[in-house]
């Protein structure tokens, strides 16, 4: 068994694809339309037939108060791995990223925390 799908919600998608494709460097795998909104997923480039990131609009009800819970509360919606969070950090700030939580070493887990403009928190990770 593995992960094929997860997903974040997000306030509007062609924001949150133009955020996660042009600022985070995803790749646009899937985008269908529904309606109004779209079956919409980005994945990796590095691993194009991985686990698929669905971009889910916010329009339940339940959604609105369960993001803002987690963002009061610190809490990121979905964790991305990356080779070194400290440079990740640096060119995400370059590029105008708002961080809740700078590079921070735990032991061999380094995180940091960034909004993704769409009413998420998103760590970053690296284990040593």
Excluded at 14 to 33: C, I, N, Q, S
Excluded at 43 to 56: F, K
Excluded at 82 to 101: K, P, S, W, Y
């Amino acid at each position: 068994m593995r992960i094929h799908l997860t997903n974040v919600f997000v306030d509007d998608q062609d924001k949150a694809l133009r955020f996660y494709t042009e600022v985070l460097g995803f790749v646009r795998k899937h985008d269908v339309p529904l309606g109004e909104d779209r079956w919409l997923t980005v994945v990796s480039p590095e691993d194009p037939h991985g686990t698929e990131l669905l971009l889910e609009p916010s329009g339940h009800p339940a959604v609105r108060p369960y993001k803002t819970a987690l963002v009061q509360d610190g809490i990121p919606a979905a964790s991305f791995a990356v080779d070194d969070v400290r440079a990740e950090f640096d060119r995400l700030r370059r590029l105008g990223v708002r961080f809740t939580q700078e590079p921070l070493e735990t032991g061999t887990v380094t995180t940091a925390v960034l909004d993704d403009t769409c009413g998420n928190l998103i760590q970053l990770v690296h284990t040593t």
